[in-house]
Each structure stands twice: as C-alpha cells, then as structure tokens.
C-alpha cells in the first residue's frame, strides 16, 4: 500500500526570525482519492490519523475540487480588495452583530496583538437566533451575512467554494472516525443540517517600515478542521512541530489542512490542534488566502470518543487553549470567545455586555 509522502521543506520565509535555525521534517501529503479505493483506503485512514496525531497538519491531494474552482476564487478575492475603501467599508464587521462582513487592515487581533491583513467573514446564511434573558450568548454568531453590492461574483464563488469544501470535510471526519475506531458517522448529529462553517476571505499586505511582521499571531483554531487554500507560491505559513516552526509553502493543486481543538477535545488530545502563524508579507507584495473552518452546530455538544486501548495510551490529555481558558464541548462557546477576542470592535458596538463577561 502507499505509504504517504511528504513535501520537500522550502527555504525559510526570506524574512524569518534568523534564530529560527533549520527547518524540521516538511509535513505529509496525503491523498483523498485513496479513501475511495478498497485497497488503499484502511492505509489512507492510518496515514490521516497518524499525520494529524503527530502535525495536526497536511496537504490534501486527490479532492476532486474543479480545478478552475481555486483560481476562480483568486481572482475574484483579489476583485475585491481592489475596490475602493468606501466600497468595501460599507459592508465592514462593525455593522453586523453576527462578526460578519469586511475587516479592516490591523482590524483584528491575535493574542491581543494586531494582525496585518484585511479580509471578508461569511458563515451560512440563516435567520437570526434569539438573544437575552434565557438564551446563550453565542447566539449572535448566527445571522445574515454582508455582501459587496459592486461585486455579486464574490457571493457567487464563496457559495460554490463552501459547498466542496464541506463535501471533503465530511469525507474526512468520517475516515477520521474510522481511524479512531468509531462508526463513520460519529460526527453526523454534531453537525446535523445546520453546521456554523465561517470562511474568511484574507489578504495580507506586505509589510511598511516600521510595522509588524504579524500577518495573524500564534495561534490554534477553536473549530473541528480548517481547509487552507493559499494563493500559488505565496510563503508566510508558518506550523510549530517540535518547538520549531515549519514554513508550509502551497502546493499546486493542495489544500492545507489542519485540525482544530474541537477534534483535540473529541479525541482528549490523541489528535492535537497545532498552534501556525502567518507572516506579513515583504514590502511591495501581497498574499491573498482562504480559510474555510469546518464547524458543528453552535448548540452541539461535541462527542468525547472511547478510544481503542492501542490510541488511549497515546493521548496526551486536552490542553487548554491559548489565552489559557477551558475547552469545552459546547461549540458555541468555544466560537464565542474567539470572535469576541479577535473583533473587540464588533463587541463594543454591538455587544457591550460581553466585555464583563
């Protein structure tokens, strides 16, 4: 059976900390089209368990995503941010209390630090969720989203863009499952038909003199899994493995994948969330990225796996997240918190009594 490959470990970002040193092993590929295949697709899961137990990140080959489909989405993305600032401020995140909508460059924060990108948040399009006395709090996360009147092709890519990326998420949370000894569809009632995907839409600019090298800070990723797709040949991804930090360049026609503490919790740490950070840019260039964070329903209660005996052993326990505050199994409040941390301008509009909260 074929075993997984790995990526050739680029050169470090020409602008890296020098203290930095080498790079440590480049992350695995691993490819989906295997999980199809009778023969290839008890390895597949092995390769998927055993990469995300000891990364938490991969390239994903073999998706089966149009390949016009990524460079559509560029394109377009790309579209927008070329909109003039009027534009493109009368949609930002301050007008909408679900933390929708345009970001501002130096907009958002990372462990309270500034992060040096601009981008759009889309989540599913659904009614509004009550609020107040009796209902939870991340319930303002649920809403409408804000879209740019001058640029109707930017709904349209990100629409067709959520829906294959949810179809490879499903695929992988169910290979997934099995690796972990569990039925394949574990997951399913978690998610039902009312999953809280978010997908940001990110450029980053290069950097000016003087200013910050953080493209977004350290951090972990508060859902289930991320699929990454990074603009070709643009480096600043950066995958802590061993105390070091990987430089994790794009591959033609991969996403980036990545888990998140969702899955760290499910598994009690058997499969580990992994702290990455981006650098800005150099001076004169720009990096334009989309994340799509694969979430369950706010109100889900994450299930906690009995793991077979053999994986148990292996687990290294939950930790807590990087602001050192508890993991929880319900999604919503582990959402919450994050974007409340990352949009204070958002919360001081629109929700001035989650600040004493």
Sequence with gaps: MPAPTFAPTPAAHADADATTG???????VLDLSLADDPATAEQFRTDLRE?????????????GIDTDLPGRLVSTAREFFALPEADKLAIENTHSPHFRGYTRVGGE????????????????????LPTGDGHPDYNVLQGPNLWPAQLPALREVVTE???????????????WAESLGQRPDVFDDAFGDLPASLTKVVRYPGRVEGGTDQGVGWH?????????????????????????AIDALPIEGALIVNIGEMLEWATDGFLRATRHRVLAPPPGTDRVSVPYFHNPRLDARFPRLELPAELAVRARGVARDADDDEIRDEYGYNALKSRVRAHPNVVEAHHQHLLVR
């Design 22 to 28: 080498p790079r440590p092993a480049a992350l695995p």
């Design 220 to 244: 972990n990723d508060f859902g289930v899994l991320t699929l990454l797709l990074v603009e070709p040949g643009k480096a600043g991804l950066q995958v802590e493995y061993q105390g070091e």
């Design 161 to 175: 863009w959520n829906a294959a990326m949810e179809s490879v998420a499903d695929r992988l949370l169910r290979a």
């Design 109 to 128: 924060l990372t462990q309270g630090k500034v992060d040096w990108r601009e981008q759009i948040d889309v989540g599913p399009e659904r009614p509004v």
């Design 51 to 63: 990469a995300t137990h000891s990364y938490g990140f991969f390239y994903l080959v073999g998706h």
